[in-house]
């Protein structure tokens, strides 16, 4: 018996619990009461829409459930930001679905809601897959307009997006399930198809009581811009429909009929299950994050047949880089070791520190996986670069722009799992979400910080004393202490991945099981947007 596996296994497991409880809320939108309004409409919620409009027993790979997550207390919350997002299978076919919640907020859009759906729209931008947007808002939520409203990545964005798709060919349906109000209503007209549900569905620029004030007008919303003011008069819209069932079924027929996706050419063959069992994911990752680990045992839990390809193994070791294949797929692997290592120059390296020589390793391991037109994946449990005047000599930080370097102008597929530490410099150079990962997901184990909680507590304690001193306060050790707590309380809440997903810094949280699934999904995704761009580092400091 292995007692130390068995606790991590149990606290593990644990989380993913708590993860699964936490989802079982958030599914329910704005609560049984909202939720029985629509049903008394004869409307479907969000989340039965997309189970009746995906195929039977195929995934769906959620986007952003946790968004907004503990945020917009004051305004009664905003739960999966009042919208759904997720890649799905529709005919046969990946598809983006984007469907507004009417349980929150009769679907009206706050900031976060904004950032999901755009963020919906670059996945489906970026790997050319059709968008079905199942429209049921309100429009803008008023009380924040001057956060939503007006700039560059706020609302008049999707629309923005909405024509540079369907100039590239993106295939883009709507359908207008409930309201559709304002600038709104933009969406789905300005999508290459558009069908309306009679009696729920409406679409106009101002509704009826906004009529009224503006030019005195009497006129109610059906006439004003039901299905047959749209289907037969102003011919915005181009198919009518009884029900919501009737108008999912038009989405799957129209969708069954579309051309084959161009190929980018990324290497398939039959999937295997990794020899190692997928299970002892849970039993091997520490409650500490400070504990050392073997990757490797992470590794061999998510390739087909535990058949890895080691990169450079004896060099730069604390950056294990390698071949292998997920559910088929071909793919390069780059991730942490978290054991101590030795180099041969006798170099004592810690676990999770990016040294010069793996910087080295893991650049010319990306290039190479350019080279040879391999999607990278990243396994996230990293601590930063090493520090100190040995470091500085050495040239870390050249090696560590290398690095930089090699991963923001990689023109293959990223795809980042963050299983444990994303801190600092390291949450870049392991493709962080600046370095546009096509999709990067968190273990409930994730920490995301600028460093480790404890370091910038007493960090932040010393400044915050050096302020008070200033000020000529007296600083007992019980108040010292009582400061402590507070700021490291604050900041631990801060690093975790439930904080990063409501802001979108991940795409969600998983789990550790989901991997392999998330990374096949993401890559099958990628490989319906051939490669146009020649890959090039330009300048890099050797």
Known sequence: MNIEFNKNEDINKQLVYELRTKLKKIYQGGGEKNAAKQKEKGKLLARE????????????????????????????GCPAAGVVCGIGYVSGRQCMIVANDATVKAGAWFPMTAKKNLRAQEIAMENRLPVIYLVDSAGVYLPMQDEIFPDKEHFGRMFRNNAIMSSEGIVQISAIMGSCVAGGAYLPIMSDEAMIVDKTGSVFLAGSYLVKSAIGEDV????????????????????????????????????????????????????????????????????????????????????????????????????????????????????NQRKVVKSKKGEMQFGGVIYSDSADKASRFIMNCNQKKIPLVFLQDVTGFMVGSRSEHGGIIKDGAKMVNAVANSVVPKFTIVIGNSYGAGNYAMCGKAYDPRLIYAWPTAKIAVMGGAQAAKTLLQIQEASLKAKGEVITPEKEAEMLKEITDKYDNQTTPYYAASRLWVDGIIDPLETRKVISMGIEAANQSPITKKFSVGIIQT
């Not at 995934?59 to 997550?69: I, K, S």
């Not at 290497?267 to 002892?280: G, M, S, T, W």
């Open 49 to 76: 829409r997309i189970a009746y409009l995906i195929d039977k027993d195929s995934d769906f790979l959620e986007v952003g459930a946790f968004t907004a997550d503990g945020m917009y207390a004051e305004q009664g």
């Open 220 to 335: 109610d919303n059906e006439t004003l811009g039901g299905a047959t003011t749209h289907c037969e008069i102003s011919g915005v819209t181009d198919y009518k429909h009884p029900n919501d069932q009737a108008c999912l079924d038009s989405i799957r027929n129209i969708m069954s009929m579309l051309g084959a996706p161009e190929n980018a050419g990324f290497d398939r063959i039959k999937p295997a299950k990794p020899k190692a069992k997928e299970e002892e994911l849970y039993g091997i990752i520490p409650e500490n994050r400070d504990k050392q680990y073997e990757i490797m045992d992470i590794i061999n839990r998510l390739v087909d047949g535990s058949d890895f390809e080691e990169y450079k193994q004896g060099y730069g070791q604390s950056i294990v880089c390698g071949l292998g294949r997920i559910d088929g797929w071909a793919v390069g692997i780059v991730a």
